[in-house]
């Protein structure tokens, strides 16, 4: 009897694996040919282009998600409502190298989101070169104080995930200025987060903490050249000057949405598996990686399933985040009301990695569910999007981590993402239309596959 059971059970997985191969298959030729990910994207970079959270682009934004995705398959479609800090950048800013009297050297600089501005003439001094936060420290007031601090350390080029790279220099960014200021600092001026040598500043967010606004100072991203040009000419000339010139300006808080659909589940309605990106960008360019690809990934969803006749047991929420860029007050507008209404996420994926061909994906989750999971690699092989890695998701579904639940993140390729994030080359011209539409197949296929068999009890 024991035999009987055991080769039942083997016939029931064959069964199974071959059922989902099928799905998974249908998933990425619906993806090839009936996806709609490329033409939303056209349309929100192109129509509506950059997207900072509470400006006008933002909100047609809004209005254009929600109107696609009430024309789809779902119960329902609803704005849910989320004030967002309001930064304008202005102008377009100015920077020049003064070596000596008459002798200068425009560079390209962009201010840093959040920033304040400069006089209106802007701030002209000497610039000391340092490589971290804590270089701050051994210099002291007496050497920063009335300078302008030029923050130059690299993104390491020896990780192959360039997200970990990013994470090695990032902080000068978003600490920088609060740093700086304290040590008499007038400005701040921050090497460009990319791998890449250009002329393309890379703008992002920065935190005064609770800096009073008197005493916050301009801070701007200086593209990767002009930051190799700056620190050759200060080894030739110490006491070189440095002009900056920025007009953005912090405006009251602004009314601004979340996106969510919905479609209930036939087996298992209370059971939520959530898939978003997030509609913000940054305004230097339309925000084609970051994040649209991520809002028509999640857009996608719903649309790959009714092509393949595909109906969820489980209820299916699209989220469109506002405000991930500068503040994630949508993620946790959205956290608060679901918690209040005990939404039970059982799974949560985020697309916020650019539109690049997909590789796989990073889980948070248990080691029960992570190793059930892994035998879902299979499935992926014949795409080549197979790495699965523990440890990782999103910023705007971290928060919504249990003890037993699953958060994940879509892995496209990262080698060039770092040449385009946050800069004006983030355009629609830089997407690959097959590549974003494996994306969808991908994230598609990954939902299905938890909508099937839920979490690993």
């Not at 690049?356 to 892994?374: E, K, V």
């Amino acid at each position: 009897m024991k035999k009987i059971f055991i080769i039942l059970f083997f016939f029931i997985s064959l069964n199974n694996i071959g059922q989902d191969e099928k799905v998974i298959k249908d998933i990425f030729e619906a993806g090839f040919t009936e996806s709609k990910a490329y033409s939303w994207l056209d349309y929100l970079s192109n129509e509506i282009g950059g997207r900072l959270s509470g400006s006008y682009e933002a909100q047609l934004a809004v209005e254009w998600s929600k109107k696609e995705l009430d024309k789809l398959n779902f119960d329902k479609v609803w704005l849910q409502p989320v004030m967002v800090p309001r930064w304008v950048r202005g102008p377009k800013e100015f920077a020049l190298i003064e070596t000596e009297p008459g002798i200068t050297f425009n560079v390209p600089v962009a201010a840093l989101g959040g920033s304040v501005a400069t006089p209106s003439v802007g701030i002209k001094s000497n610039v000391i070169e340092v490589k971290s936060i804590d270089e701050l420290k051994l210099l002291g007031k007496e050497k920063i104080d009335g300078k302008i601090v030029f923050f130059n350390r690299p993104m390491d080029p020896k990780f192959i995930t360039t997200f970990t790279a990013y994470g090695t220099a990032v902080d000068q960014r978003a600490l920088g200025a609060l740093e700086a200021s304290k040590y008499g600092a007038i400005g701040v001026i921050v090497r460009s987060m990319t791998l890449r040598n250009d002329d393309f500043p890379h703008t992002g967010g920065l935190t005064y903490g609770a800096l009073p606004i008197s005493k916050r100072i301009p801070a701007a991203a200086i593209s990767t050249n002009g930051a190799d040009k700056l620190s050759s000419l200060l080894k030739i000339k110490p006491d070189l000057k440095f002009l900056l010139r920025q007009q953005c300006k912090q405006l009251p808080d602004a009314q601004s949405y979340n996106v969510i659909a919905e479609k209930k589940g036939t087996m298992y309605p209370d059971e939520v598996i959530l898939v978003g990106g997030h509609l913000d960008s940054w305004d230097i360019g339309d925000g084609s990686h970051d994040d649209g690809a991520g809002v028509v990934h999640s857009m996608d969803l719903i649309n790959l399933f009714s092509k393949i006749d595909y109906k969820p047991k489980r209820t299916i929420r699209v989220v469109l985040f506002m405000n991930e860029e500068n503040g994630l007050r949508g993620s946790l507008k959205y956290k608060e009301i679901a918690d209040k209404e005990g939404v039970n996420h059982i799974f949560a994926i985020e697309s916020d990695a650019g539109g690049f061909r997909p590789l796989g994906f990073s889980f948070t989750c248990n080691d029960s569910n992570f190793l059930r999971i892994l035998e879902w690699k299979k499935l992926f092989a014949p795409y080549f999007i197979n790495v699965f890695i523990k440890g990782g998701s999103g910023a705007d579904i971290s928060n919504l981590r249990t003890d037993y639940n699953v958060l994940s993140g879509l892995r496209p390729n990262s080698q060039r993402y770092f040449d385009y994030h946050h800069t004006e080359i983030d355009t629609f011209d830089a997407i690959n239309k097959r590549e974003l539409e494996m994306g969808s197949s991908a994230v598609a296929s990954l939902i299905y596959l938890f909508d099937k068999y839920g979490l690993n009890d």
